[in-house]
């Protein structure tokens, strides 16, 4: 019997980083969260559907990286982005992120930051990754990569979370008027709009 095909990751964020700490979904429900990068295969998937590796790149990242080295690229992963979260939704919250948390940040920063090279482009310079394409860390360096040009950049500013306090899954809001309010309409927008419309169904009845 063949492995049932993974479903895609919901990738509603409009960045890289803010869909890597998406997968940690259920972050704030009352019955706990859910892992969605279980494995380093899972991890490689992400990249791909990201557009931070290319197909190809992912199968023969998966052909050939050994277990225990992926494993240990998924919990470096998986620290990253709870550092990013933490810092993320205290920002959200209004609070200022612990030095803990920014010092894991810039240690991911820094040694993803050791790896590119700098190349000459057609008309300007650009960082790159050639040769490094096989090695087992690569997916945790673009997405170190990702979430450092987020977080120093004036985008930061435009991250938001969703309105349901169950799902807080967090976007970037380039809307025109920057009043997006959900991850996703259909989902968590609708089911509020239900919530509401309930509430006031049962406070006209008891009134």
Known sequence: M??????PFNLLAGHAALDLVNTMDSRFSANGPEELLPAYGDLLRLAAQSHLLTAEQARKLARTVREKDGQRVLSSVVELREALATVLYAW??????????????????????????????DSRLVWSWSGLEQEAEIPLWKLAEAASDLLLSSEAERVRECGDPTCRWL????????????????????RMKARRHQARLQQSEAS
């Open 2 to 7: 063949s492995n049932p095909v993974p479903k």
């Open 92 to 121: 959200m919250d209004g609070s200022k992120p612990s030095a803990m948390q920014v010092e894991t940040l810039e240690r991911h920063f820094q040694a993803m930051a050791l790896r590119r090279r700098l190349r000459p482009g």
């Open 171 to 190: 976007f970037l809001d380039i809307s025109k008027n920057h009043t997006r309010r959900w991850c996703n309409m259909k989902t968590c927008g609708n």
